[in-house]
């Protein structure tokens, strides 16, 4: 049996006292359960991830988030929150950030806008039918038990895999939605629905005016240390030097997040993938794209390119993942996803929108007031990314104040 944990407040538990269970929390047919750690939730969680049909999105892997928690700063907790019916039968696994906000105890969704989607994952559809408001009722007893004010679960598809997201229903829409394709069976097929004719003519000369420049060619996907340290030393210079003539900040610099990387994308079966257009004769990484992935699906998180005008006028960036694209089909995976956020080369790719929602659901009195001025940024974010007049004028700011 899990070990349930009331007191969310203090550091972490020792092992005698993971081995003493509290009273669970219960909301209607709902129990709520909390693990103290990843290492305690981890048999759960494993279970379910590998449960047939279970419904979750690659950042809701135990390698992705296990990776992620370990690179958290000092002061933030992860804990595990674990829906049962009254069969005791699982239905649902959140992970949870704990963090002190304004006075108050956040729980807010594992990975921040490091993952795109923060889908729970839940038993299937039948963890996905559960009503939204036993949900969150569940949800809400459990937090007052753990002295939680507040959760903010993050961008939360509205559906998956064409089930209903409980958590969605009634929520704000997130300032950006994401794009996506379904992938298979024939991978050149694929590449010519993503790609049209006009755009493959175009990307097949600048390949050949790279060669010229650089070398012949090589597409790869990182196998090993020396790889990996390679692909993401590349994307550290190529992304900052990016942001940097954008006039805004690095939200990839410091070492966490290249450690979170290299920790996710390492074994046999990576959490991340990481690859690569690469330049044999040199090594010159001349473009990087990694993407969570799971069984069926690749979703884009990063993706970097060289700055060189020799090399950008080639689009490195469009050729890898034009090759993306194939090679994920032929390795039989099902969808692939470019991340949320607007950007030309998605639009231009996929054909599907995943609209997304941005949940919150307070507790506290206290809780309610965070969330309010939340939902309020958040609505002004996405008037500003719906116009593209101010969306100029914030990119002519960010420019003179650089």
């Known amino acids: 049996m899990a070990v349930l944990v009331q007191d969310m407040k203090g550091p972490a538990l020792r092992e005698p006292e993971r081995a003493a269970a509290a009273a669970p929390v219960r909301a209607g047919a709902l129990t709520a359960e909390w693990f103290a750690d990843l290492a305690a939730a981890e048999p759960v969680w494993r279970a379910l991830e590998t449960q047939p049909g279970a419904l979750g999105t690659p950042y809701q892997r135990f390698d992705w988030v296990a990776a992620f928690a370990a690179t958290l700063a000092a002061g933030e907790s992860v804990r595990v929150l674990v829906l049962r019916d009254a069969a005791a039968r699982v239905r649902l696994l959140l992970p949870l950030c704990l963090r002190r906000r304004r006075g108050g105890t956040v729980a807010a969704v594992v990975g921040d806008a490091h993952a795109n989607y923060h889908l729970p994952l839940f038993a299937g559809c039948d963890g996905a039918a559960l009503p939204a408001e036993e949900l969150r009722l569940a949800l809400r007893r459990a937090a007052r038990s753990a002295g939680i004010d507040l959760y903010d679960l993050g961008a939360q598809p509205r559906t998956w895999d064409g089930v209903v997201n409980p958590f969605a229903l009634g929520a704000d829409p997130a300032p950006s939605d994401a794009y996506g394709m379904m992938l298979g069976p024939d991978p050149e097929a694929c590449v010519r629905r993503a790609f049209s ?206």
Do not use: W
């Open 197 to 402: 004719g006009d755009a493959r003519k175009k990307l097949r000369s600048k390949e050949r005016r790279l060669v010229e420049t650089v070398g012949p060619l090589a597409y790869r996907r990182a196998e090993t240390l020396e790889e990996r340290t390679a692909y993401l030393a590349a994307f550290n210079t190529q992304k900052a030097a990016r942001f940097a003539a954008m006039g805004i900040g690095d939200p990839f610099a410091g070492p966490a997040f290249g450690e979170f990387l290299a920790r996710a994308g390492a074994g046999a079966d990576p959490a991340i993938e990481i690859h690569a257009l690469v330049a044999e004769r040199t090594g010159q990484v001349l473009a990087t794209f990694t993407g969570a992935v799971d069984r069926l699906r690749f979703s884009g998180m990063t993706t970097s390119f060289e700055a060189d005008p020799a090399v950008a006028r080639c689009s490195p960036g469009d050729l890898l993942l034009l090759h993306l694209v194939r090679d994920q089909t032929a390795r039989g995976r099902r969808s692939l996803d470019l991340g949320i956020g607007e950007a030309r080369y998605k639009a231009s790719v996929c054909d599907e929108t995943i609209e997304i929602a941005r949940v919150l659901v307070p507790v506290s009195l206290r809780g309610h007031a965070v969330a309010a001025a939340a939902r309020g940024l958040t609505r002004a974010k996405r008037r500003i990314k719906r116009d593209p007049r101010l969306v100029g004028l914030l990119a002519r700011l960010r420019r003179l104040r650089g």
